[in-house]
């Protein structure tokens, strides 16, 4: 109910159709999404890049920047219950036991500044629609209000986990999150949020050891463009 009324020109949202208690009917998209777009046309990722950076400015809003505990937000619980079983299932791999540690000695305490409003929660390039000529975020299931730099953190994660897959380089792959934190500017240690959304992926493949080296490396000392890695999936 919040977001449509921030949203305007070409960045937008699907528009509600219906509200009945916790389900929500929204209007349905048909062009394509911007993974979509970058795999058909590689020398566009540039603009599509700036595309994602404005919609998310967009649809955070002009919030003022402030402190807040990183140890109380969502993001930081989900990831600390996530080690927490992990390290139970995975007791002979020290890199759980490793993030573990500096979660609590190097995170939980720190009072990072971001702006704190609407978070999207899940941001991605299959997330970003393009429908005449209109740029659509979809997929808000893990909204929630909190620190807005989450976002961009969750996009590079998830940008940099869909672009290797899909087999590009390493320097195709930095130079398209540098051009979206161009457009966005450089939140404050986002790596946080780069080593949370690293280590989700892990957790979903197979051997989880590929993804959790990149995020203890991105926990360990401050986010730099050339600490993101290509998964081995």
Not at 34 to 56: K, Y
Not at 132 to 158: K, L, Q, R
Request: aromatic content about 10%.
């Amino acid at each position: 109910q919040i977001a449509p009324k921030r949203m305007t020109g070409r960045y937008r949202i699907p528009e509600v159709l219906a509200v009945d208690g916790n389900l929500v009917a929204q209007q349905r998209l048909y062009g394509p999404d911007m993974l979509n777009i970058i795999l058909r046309s590689p020398e566009a990722v540039g603009s599509l890049m700036m595309d994602a950076a404005d919609w998310l400015k967009q649809f955070h809003g002009p919030v003022k920047e402030q402190h807040y505990d990183l140890g109380s937000t969502r993001a930081y619980r989900t990831f600390m219950n996530a080690l927490v079983a992990d390290t139970e299932r995975f007791k002979r791999n020290g890199d759980f036991v490793r993030i573990g540690q500096m979660l609590e000695e190097k995170w939980k305490q720190k009072r990072p500044r971001s702006p704190i409003g609407l978070v999207h929660g899940d941001m991605s390039p299959i997330h970003v629609f393009y429908e005449d000529g209109n740029v659509y975020g979809i997929d808000f299931n893990a909204s929630h209000e909190g620190p807005t730099n989450e976002d961009p953190g969750m996009f590079i994660g998830n940008a940099n986990y869909h672009l290797a897959c899909a087999g590009k380089p390493q320097s195709y792959i930095n130079g398209a999150m540098g051009s979206f934190l161009d457009a966005y500017g450089v939140p404050i240690e986002i790596g946080f949020y780069i080593a949370r959304s690293d280590y989700a992926k892990a957790r979903a493949a197979k051997d989880p050891s590929r993804l959790l080296v990149a995020s203890r490396r991105l926990l360990e000392r401050p986010f730099d463009i050339s600490m993101i890695e290509i998964p081995k999936v």
